[in-house]
């Protein structure tokens, strides 16, 4: 198997302004993008593949003259692995709010010429699908494949399905959830907090002080980072080990092996992502529950899906666990849709949407592999 090699980022301008779910409107935004693969003659090979939290339209690749830049699923995006990219066409499409390329936080706001900051518009679920859809038709596809995602990714499949039913024939949403639990929610919250009463926050407005909220990107990071391990994931790769051999009998310095992985990966964070950026897609996460206008009556809400679905959960992962996509697999069946629904056992946590889980890519590739066969892409 081998990679999709060099790619470049592509972008395309919208002067239309966007509708928001907030009753705001983003206009004049750009949307950045890759593709990998051929689009086949009638456009019916496309594959969007939708990105999580820190995520972007990288998915697979490298980037000429960098090191480091392999795609975040590279691992399953190419010729000859899962999702073949010598018969799909995979697109992956940066979210409007992100701080990876299309229009955020970071961007000139046109009605006052400076840095939007804390100013952008908050964005939803529902907000990038209608984004994405609007790059596919400057695109001309108007049906897709298949709509991937894993978390955050996985909510935007689902919202694909429900948005846009005629649009997508078949939504693969892996290690993901309908809504966010109370406690989940809470996460976030934490993470917030630590970057909004960080000193160099300026109320989101820091470009304009010359500083980068980084205590509180690197905290944030830290607790998301708990949530998406398990802990027998966390016993197995560091346990009780301690950094210098024997206890140093500090408060304040690092002791432990996990105390130091935590903070090199809050410190990694802190380097390249956004703060603003951060709150926007947490709080886009908060809101994601499509059974709200249903009363919260997720079968009601699922009632406009057409496409067939593959839900996969894997037994480790405490914040999406396996019970959230249980509670789709039902709402599903109880609207008579075509569903198939994988629970692997796999100790990784979260994270193993991302990992190189045999079973798991078994399954992914026989997914496509059926999709690909009734289309006629084989």
């Not at 928001?20 to 693969?37: C, I, N, P």
């Not at 960080?198 to 980068?212: E, I, K, L, M």
Request: charged share 20%; net charge negative.
């Amino acid at each position: 198997m081998h990679s999709v090699g060099q790619v470049t980022p592509q972008s395309l301008h919208f002067a239309a302004a966007l509708p928001l779910q907030s009753g705001a409107a983003l206009r004049d935004y750009t949307l950045v993008y890759e593709t990998y693969g051929t689009l086949n003659a009638d456009k019916s090979n496309a594959v969007l593949v939708c990105h999580a939290l820190n995520a972007s339209h990288h998915v697979a690749g490298t980037y000429a003259g960098q090191d480091k830049s392999e795609g975040w699923w590279d691992n399953l995006v190419g010729p000859g692995k899962p999702l073949d990219t010598n018969r799909f066409f995979v697109i992956g499409v940066n979210n409007p709010g992100s701080c990876f390329g299309s229009t955020g936080p970071m961007h000139t706001n046109p009605d006052t010429g400076r840095p939007y900051g804390a100013d952008f518009p908050v964005v939803t679920v529902e907000d990038w699908v209608d984004a994405q859809a609007r790059l596919l038709d400057r695109l001309g596809i108007t049906q897709l494949a298949a709509v991937l995602g894993g978390s955050l990714g996985g909510m935007q499949a689902l919202s694909w399905s429900l948005r846009y039913p005629e649009r997508l024939r078949h939504c693969i949403a892996v290690a993901t959830a309908p809504n966010l639990s109370a406690q989940n929610i809470a996460f976030n919250e934490v993470a917030r907090r630590a970057i909004i009463t960080d000193p160099d926050f300026h109320g989101g407005h820091y470009q304009a002080h010359g500083v980068v909220p980084k205590r509180g990107l690197r905290v944030a990071r830290m607790i998301g980072h708990i949530t998406y391990l398990s802990d027998d994931a966390m016993e197995a790769k560091f346990g009780r080990g301690m950094k210098g051999g024997a206890p140093g009998y500090s408060t304040q310095d690092i002791e432990f092996e996990i105390e130091s992985y935590l903070r090199y990966q809050g410190d990694k964070f802190s380097e390249y992502f956004d703060a603003n950026t951060y709150l926007l897609i947490t709080r886009a996460l908060d809101y994601f529950d499509p059974a709200r206008a249903y009363e919260g009556d997720l079968t009601a809400a699922g009632a406009a899906a057409r496409c067939q679905f593959q839900l996969v959960s894997f037994t480790t992962d405490w914040r999406f666990s396996p019970a959230r996509s249980r509670e789709i697999v039902k709402a599903l069946l109880d609207n008579r849709r075509d569903v198939s629904y994988a629970e692997i056992e796999a100790p990784h946590g979260h994270d193993a949407f991302l990992l190189d889980d045999a079973r798991y890519h078994h399954l992914l590739r026989a997914c496509f592999d059926n999709i690909a066969r009734e289309a006629g892409h084989v």
